[in-house]
């Protein structure tokens, strides 16, 4: 197998288009499976900051986010900035300051111009920026400690907030007011699932899943049992290290990600486990939400893992290479073992996420790294 080569994003280099495929769809001038791709990844575009100061360490990468028509990739990183990253054309669009409040979790609104994101300091406010001129355009107030996950409506202006106050807040984009407040004990991550009728909230402290009706959501409908579901999973990953909540967007499949040994995949019905997603190489060393030491603005993981848009795979970080698990091959005594995408610098993928619109995967830890198919291989 010919290694493949990566391109640096060098300040003053010409960046020429990378060979972006869309992922299946109607409409579409080149398409491509998922299925028929995803053994090919490898990291093809590689970023490096240069805008930090000579003797200054390198800022680690926080969160990465994709807007909807997946054309924008977006970090919040250490250093209290924004990056945007143009995904056709392979190269830095530009950089938002936060230096006054700090910024995690940043997320696009269904508007490319418009993101929201958490606070590190002043406060626990969730913010709302437009990107094109850098002006505020309304904060969510309401969270009195560090907030640890944000989950947009795939479909509306509202999105939940998990914090380490015990809260879960349920917003709209449109007022400065949250709409629902849910108390409960340690909830650190929340999820939608596709068709947005349903939303998921995980409790790792009492190793549990609660899934509400969004049309009714006075009390969840259904609570999976972490605990009595775990199979062939540890005590440890019952209880903490729970990095990512996601359904996969075919409705089938609730995601539990973890910073330990393996993942969980629940069926999203009847919340039995499917298959215990296991990693090899052991978990990502990033501390999940609300278990970092040194407050709001030390390094925590916001996913390193994650479902490809068809539904069928779960791509993850790991100590060394990304990992690939098939959701359709049947597990051995409900563990599924993952096939491995390999990368020459091995560079940890704390980070994961798959584009929404093309076969490109973002990973990270210091620096942004894009994930493309090789065909040569």
Same mark, same amino acid.
């Given at each position: ?62 969160? #990465? ?188 499949? #609730? ?123």
């Amino acid at each position: 197998m010919s290694s493949t080569p990566m391109d640096i994003d060098e300040p003053g280099a010409g960046t020429p288009s990378l060979n972006v495929t869309r992922l299946l769809g109607p409409n579409g001038p080149s398409t491509s499976k998922v299925s028929e791709v995803i053994k090919n990844f490898r990291p093809t575009k590689f970023f490096q900051r240069d805008d930090v100061k000579e003797g200054r360490p390198q800022p680690y990468v926080l969160s #990465i986010d994709f807007d909807d028509p997946g054309e924008l990739c977006m970090t919040s990183e250490s250093d209290e900035t924004i990056q945007i990253y143009n995904v056709r054309e392979g190269r830095h669009d530009k950089s938002l300051l936060s230096k006054k409040y700090g910024v995690k979790h940043a997320k696009f609104t269904h508007s490319s111009s418009g993101i929201i994101y958490a606070s590190t300091k002043q406060n626990d406010a969730i913010r709302y920026l437009a990107t094109h001129d850098n002006t505020f355009i309304r904060y969510f107030e309401g969270h009195e400690a560090s907030v640890t996950n944000i989950a947009l409506h795939p479909g509306s202006d509202n999105f939940l907030s998990c914090s380490l106050d015990t809260t879960v807040r349920l917003w709209d984009l449109n007022s400065r007011n949250w709409v629902a407040r849910f108390h409960l004990t340690n909830p650190t991550l929340a999820a939608w699932d596709p068709a947005g009728l349903v939303f998921a909230i995980a409790l790792p402290a009492s190793a549990s899943i609660l899934l509400y009706d969004y049309r009714n959501y006075v009390k969840p409908f259904k609570t999976i049992d972490v605990l009595k579901e775990k199979g062939p999973a540890d005590a440890e990953a019952v209880f903490r290290g729970w990095t990512k909540l996601e359904f996969s967007n075919d409705g089938k499949h #609730i995601l539990l990600g973890t910073r330990t040994g393996g993942h969980f995949l629940f069926d999203a019905i009847d919340g039995i486990l499917k298959a215990y997603l296991r990693k090899p190489q052991g978990g990502t060393r990033r501390p999940a939400p609300g278990e970092a030491d040194g407050g709001s603005g030390a390094l925590e993981s916001s996913g390193d893992c994650c479902f490809t848009p068809d539904g069928r795979y779960v791509v993850s970080g790991a100590a060394k290479d990304l990992l690939v698990w098939d959701t359709m091959q049947t597990p051995n005594n409900k563990v599924l073992e993952p096939n491995f995408l390999p990368q020459e610098g091995k560079k940890e993928p704390v980070l994961v996420q798959y584009n929404p619109r093309f076969n490109m995967i973002a990973t990270a830890d210091k620096e942004l790294m894009f994930w493309l198919p090789v065909s040569d291989l």
